[in-house]
T-cell receptor, first 113, second 111 residues
Framework: DVKVTQSSRYLVKRTGEKVFLECVQD?????MFWYRQDPGLGLRLIYF???????EKGDIPEGYSVSREKKERFSLILESASTNQTSMYLC????????????FGSGTRLTVV | QKEVEQNSGPLSVPEGAIASLNCTYS??????FFWYRQYSGKSPELIMSIYSNGDKEDGRFTAQLNKASQYVSLLIRDSQPSDSATYLC???????????FGGGTRLMVKP
């Protein structure tokens, strides 16, 4: 069964901490994405990557960075966590071309206190 | 202007009825259309994809696409309480395999 795996289901961090969210996929997908989802705001794209070491800003990149050193792994970094980054974070992956949808990971519920 | 629009709901239907969920999009050249189901606290799960005008059926689900009118819909026949979830419409609006998501419609199926 194909999978997108996010390292943590629930995470609690303190304000100012550096936070790493990890995502691994086993489908040989070129594209990987990080979204956050908040009530009433839908899915908002933070960053995406279409190849190893490539990254593109999404709609809300401020306060975040990403790393993609290997094709299967895409990391989201909160440089200095703040309470307004409390959210559900969703990783997704897809093939670069073709009429394919995204496969989502199970999500990480991050609480910053 | 939002590029993919859905009524946020909630859409309430009785058990056994047909639930009809609608989605409109802005780009006439869109080629790929997807429906995701998201249970509360869970991640989106792909349930239907459609690429050509007309209907596509999969079990109790039917996706309908009308490119001329720029809308895509999802019908759920014999709705069950377990179908209660938020349904996200996603459209490939431009080049490459990049999807734009609607805000989702919350469906409630009452026993």
């Amino acid at each position: 069964d194909v999978k997108v795996t996010q390292s943590s289901r629930y995470l609690v961090k303190r304000t100012g901490e550096k936070v790493f969210l990890e995502c691994v996929q086993d489908m040989d997908h070129e594209n990987m994405f990080w979204y956050r989802q908040d009530p009433g705001l839908g899915l908002r794209l933070i960053y995406f990557s279409y190849d190893v070491k490539m990254k593109e800003k999404g709609d809300i990149p401020e306060g975040y960075s990403v790393s993609r050193e290997k094709k299967e792994r895409f990391s989201l970094i909160l440089e200095s966590a703040s309470t307004n980054q409390t959210s559900m974070y969703l990783c997704a992956s897809s093939f670069r071309t073709g009429p394919y949808g995204y496969t989502f990971g199970s999500g990480t519920r991050l609480t910053v206190v | 202007q939002k590029e993919v629009e859905q009524n946020s709901g909630p859409l309430s239907v009785p058990e056994g009825a047909i639930a009809s969920l609608n989605c409109t999009y802005s780009d006439r050249v869109s080629q790929s259309f997807f429906w995701y189901r998201q249970y509360s606290g869970k991640s989106p799960e792909l349930i239907m994809s459609i690429y050509s005008n007309g209907d596509k059926e999969d079990g109790r689900f039917t996706a309908q696409l009308n490119k001329a009118s720029q809308y895509v819909s999802l019908l759920i026949r014999d709705s069950q309480p377990s179908d209660s979830a938020t349904y996200l419409c996603a459209v490939n609006l431009g080049a490459g395999n990049m999807l734009t998501f609607g805000g989702g419609t919350r469906l409630m199926v009452k026993p």
